[in-house]
């Protein structure tokens, strides 16, 4: 049996993991569509990585 707290918190960090993923996915989307300098970019693309990733992990991940 988990405690009320416990699926308080493991729904807030899947709440967070979901809101990395999509600011991840929106980021990845407007650095492709933008005319920005082509030596910059791929910095956009890794941070829109790491934010996809580790909103992945949240939503799969269950505190314990």
């Given amino acids: ?13 899947k709440f967070v993991g979901l809101i990395f993923l999509i600011f991840g996915g929106i980021l990845a989307a407007l650095t492709a569509t933008s005319p920005i300098v082509p030596q910059v970019s791929p ?22």
């Fill in 1 to 13: 049996m988990s405690s009320p707290v416990e699926k308080r918190l493991n729904t807030l960090v």
């Fill in 43 to 64: 910095v956009f693309y890794f941070i829109a990585i790491i934010m996809i990733v580790s909103g992945f992990v949240s939503l799969y991940a269950k505190l314990k």
